[in-house]
T-cell receptor, first 109, second 113 residues
Framework: GQNIDQPTEMTATEGAIVQINCTYQ??????LFWYQQHAGEAPTFLSY??LDGLEEKGRFSSFLSRSKGYSYLLLKELQMKDSASYLC??????????WGAGTKLIIKP | GAVVSQHPSWVICKSGTSVKIECRSL??????MFWYRQFPKQSLMLMAT?????????EQGVEKDKFLINHASLTLSTLTVTSAHPEDSSFYIC?????????FGPGTRLTVL
C-alpha cells in the first residue's frame, strides 16, 4: 500500500532550527512535495524534490533520499509566523499526490 | 505561481439544503481538478478528482450522489453538497495542477446548522 509518515507535532524555539522528517512508500515515484498550512487556511507550496539531495530556498531547505524513501524539511532562524502544519506529499506513478497527516509545528518565544 | 480561486469562502446553511462551491483556475487551463475535505485538526482527505468533460472519479467512501461534481469547462469545477447535514460541516478545498506543482484554492468553510 501507499503510505506517508511524519511526526504529529513538534515544538521549537524562535530563532532555532528544526527538521521535520517524512518517510514514504508509493507505487512509483514522481517527486516529494512540502506544503505549509496555517490554521483555517489552504496549504501553500514550499518545495518540490525529485532528485536526491538538498534544495535550499531562503530559510527553508528540503532534502530527498529516493533509495531510503525519506525526506526532510529544514527550517532555519525560526519565526513565530512559522507556526503551522507542514504537509509532506509524495507523487506516485499516476501523478497522484499521497498526503501525510501533517506535522504541527509550535514555535515558542 | 498559478492562481486557483474558490467561492464562497464560507457558507452557513440549514440542514437539508444544497450548497454549491465553485473552483476556478484563473491563469491556466485545468483538465483535472481535485476536491479535498479537511475536518478540524485532521489531514487533507481527497474526495474526488474532477475531469473536464467526463465523470468525476470518487474516492472510496465518498457518496457520488451526495457530492455532485461538474467540470464543465477547462477553468471551472463545481462541487454541490446535496441535502447537507451537520456532519458535512467541514473545510472544502479544491486544487489544480498546471504542471507537477499543485495549487490550492483558499478553501470554503461550510457550516450546516
Amino acid at each position: 500500500g501507499q503510505n506517508i509518515d511524519q511526526p504529529t507535532e513538534m515544538t521549537a524555539t524562535e530563532g532555532a532550527i528544526v527538521q521535520i522528517n517524512c518517510t514514504y512508500q508509493t507505487s512509483g515515484f514522481n517527486g516529494l512535495f512540502w506544503y505549509q498550512q496555517h490554521a483555517g487556511e489552504a496549504p501553500t507550496f514550499l518545495s518540490y524534490n525529485v532528485l536526491d539531495g538538498l534544495e535550499e530556498k531562503g530559510r527553508f531547505s528540503s532534502f530527498l533520499s529516493r533509495s531510503k524513501g525519506y525526506s526532510y524539511l529544514l527550517l532555519k532562524e525560526l519565526q513565530m509566523k512559522d507556526s503551522a502544519s507542514y504537509l509532506c506529499a509524495a507523487m506516485d506513478s499516476n501523478y497522484q499526490l499521497i498526503w501525510g497527516a501533517g506535522t504541527k509545528l509550535i514555535i515558542k518565544p | 505561481g498559478a492562481v486557483v480561486s474558490q467561492h464562497p469562502s464560507w457558507v452557513i446553511c440549514k440542514s437539508g439544503t444544497s450548497v454549491k462551491i465553485e473552483c476556478r483556475s484563473l491563469d491556466f487551463q485545468a483538465t483535472t481538478m481535485f476536491w479535498y475535505r479537511q475536518f478540524p485538526k485532521q489531514s487533507l482527505m481527497l474526495m474526488a478528482t474532477s475531469n473536464e468533460g467526463s465523470k468525476a472519479t470518487y474516492e472510496q467512501g465518498v457518496e457520488k450522489d451526495k457530492f455532485l461534481i461538474n467540470h464543465a469547462s477547462l477553468t471551472l469545477s463545481t462541487l454541490t453538497v446535496t441535502s447537507a447535514h451537520p456532519e458535512d460541516s467541514s473545510f472544502y478545498i479544491c486544487s489544480a495542477r498546471p504542471n507537477r506543482e499543485q495549487f490550492f484554492g483558499p478553501g470554503t468553510r461550510l457550516t450546516v446548522l
